[in-house]
């Protein structure tokens, strides 16, 4: 009888860990670098910020159960901290094409940069003078707030009005839009049409004709947009909810 050996390709990160067998889960080095239960919860809730994505909406993006990252689940009944399974992270960083890397740099950045963006209200956005052709943000009656470093020079905030967006964005919330990051489906997205209609919506589908756009209220209906009527599409990489 011969036994079939399962293989299995391991990733060690920059930084001891101690991994439990039986569990899976993540836990605390006895070495001289202490990894915390919040450190990795809270790298886990800026690498969702990274992606414009709520806790829930990553874990399900991940595949996992919507409340597998919620902060209800960060503590037993009991008062025992629960961490967070190897798997689920790895699943994680598939989901929002994170490496391990930038995942280790997540959790050792206790304090987190703050970059200066521009900020506009939502419902000026679809004025003209604000953008140029391209969705980059110009001209002037901008202010500026301090928000999550993003990486890109031509980031800005728009502060959302009304209750059109909810549950995804309520009135008052601040989305940080970055014309500079890759779109892929299944990323929230502003889009400026030619006629200066500005809207957000989650993209379905995008292809050299025509822009599929999913509705963040069930109670709104999806859209499809001609692609030739699309001044700009960028994708939304932060929320302050």
């Not at 009005?161 to 909810?166: A, E, L, N, R, Y």
């Amino acid at each position: 009888m011969h036994c079939r050996v399962a293989r299995f390709k391991v990733i060690i990160p920059s930084f001891p860990i101690n991994l439990n067998a039986r569990s899976g889960r993540l836990g605390q080095t006895s070495g001289p670098l202490m990894l915390t239960h919040d450190q990795i919860w809270n790298a886990l809730d800026r690498l969702a910020e990274r992606a414009g994505l709520s806790a829930s909406a990553l874990a399900k993006r991940a595949g996992l159960d919507p409340t597998t990252f919620n902060k209800s689940k960060r503590i037993t009944p009991d008062g025992r901290e629960r961490w967070p399974s190897t798997e689920s992270v790895a699943k994680a960083l598939a989901a929002t094409g994170t490496t391990v890397d930038t995942f280790v740099q997540l959790i050792e950045d206790t304090a987190r940069a703050v970059q200066a963006v521009p900020l506009l209200g939502f419902a000026e956005a679809g004025a003209g003078g604000y953008f140029d052709d391209g969705g980059f943000p110009v001209g002037k009656g901008w202010d500026e707030v301090g928000l999550p470093s993003v990486n890109d020079e031509h980031a800005y905030a728009l502060e959302i009005s009304g209750d059109s967006m909810k549950p995804a964005y309520r009135d008052g919330d601040v989305i940080i839009v970055s014309p500079g990051s890759p779109i892929r489906r299944g990323d929230r997205v502003v889009v400026k049409t030619k006629d200066g209609e500005v809207t957000v919506k989650e993209l379905k589908r995008r292809t050299a004709k025509v822009i599929e756009l999913q509705s963040l209220n069930p109670a709104h209906k999806d859209r499809t947009i001609d692609a030739k009527n699309v001044e700009w599409i960028a994708r939304i990489v932060w929320a302050s909810q």
